[in-house]
């Protein structure tokens, strides 16, 4: 099975233009997709529904998105009723399979007003594979602050490390008549980490041994300037870091640097049974 991560950037590519169609072609041929920058009411799009407009073109998936940050975008009082305006920025998750128990994290965050600083969120989708059952998350961190990114990989562990301890999105599901939720300790952590390799950061999600970073033999860039950033260099931002049994079941990984829907690339791992 195949499972990739795209940080889609509101849509908008390297062209500085906004395609969904583009961005859905990407990825389309996965099992599991991970999204992140998927917005509801974003001014420069049109401030349409990504979260919908994604999961319509993709009908043969099964979705779920979590806004991590949700703020007022106008709404307003018309004709005596009240119209809700939202400007909404999170991840995605999408599978061919039904997503089991979902859970929307919020990060570690900082009071930071001189630059952009959206609350960050990792989505937590629980999904019956023909490979097993497998924890996906959605992640994406902080792309200012290495102190807070620092903060951030600490709590996307801690997520990871201690699922049976914080039991899920639900255990004795069934009082409610729904079949009970399992889970094997597999996990995939995907997503824009806005750190390189070389970062404390990325040095403590794998420093004991327990993750490991499924994308490490494809160890180029997955980031690349705008039309308009001509002296920035590519950097390596976007992984897929995994419980080790799982990572030693990683059988291929490939980023699409042919992309073009967004200043990311989508990095792709094939998972063996």
Not at 168 to 180: C, D, R, S
Not at 192 to 201: K, L
Not at 204 to 222: C, I, K, L, R, Y
Request: some cysteine.
């Amino acid at each position: 099975m195949s499972a990739v991560s795209y940080n889609i950037q509101y849509g908008i590519g390297l062209d500085g233009g906004f395609d969904l169609d583009r961005i859905v072609a990407a990825v389309r041929a996965a099992d599991v997709i991970c999204l992140q920058e998927v917005t509801r009411g974003h001014p420069k799009t049109g401030a349409i529904d990504m979260a919908a407009a994604i999961a319509e073109r993709l009908p043969e998936h099964f979705s779920s998105y979590h806004p991590a940050a949700d703020v007022d975008a106008g709404s307003a009082m018309e004709d005596g009723r009240a119209v809700n305006r939202r400007f909404q920025f999170g991840n995605m998750v999408l599978a061919r399979w039904p997503l089991r128990a979902v859970r929307g994290h919020l990060l570690p965050r900082t009071w930071r007003k001189d630059k952009l600083n959206l609350q960050r969120g990792a989505l937590e989708a629980l999904i019956d594979t023909p490979v097993g059952p497998i924890r996906f998350h959605s992640i994406h961190l902080d792309h200012v602050d290495a102190r807070e990114r620092m903060a951030q990989v600490r709590a996307v562990r801690a997520i990871a490390d201690h699922y049976a301890q914080t039991g899920g999105a639900i255990t004795g599901a069934h009082v409610y008549g729904l079949p009970e939720v399992d889970d094997r300790g597999d996990f995939v952590l995907m997503g824009d980490f806005n750190c390189e390799p070389d970062s404390d950061e990325y040095g403590f999600m794998v420093e004991d041994g327990s993750v490991v970073d499924a994308t490490a033999a494809d160890p180029g860039w997955s980031w690349r300037p705008m039309y308009d950033q001509p002296a920035a260099a590519k950097q390596r931002l976007d992984y897929a870091f995994c419980n080790r049994a799982l990572a030693e079941r990683v059988s291929g990984v490939r980023i699409d640097r042919d992309a073009e829907g967004s200043d990311h690339m989508p990095v792709w791992i094939e998972i063996a049974g």
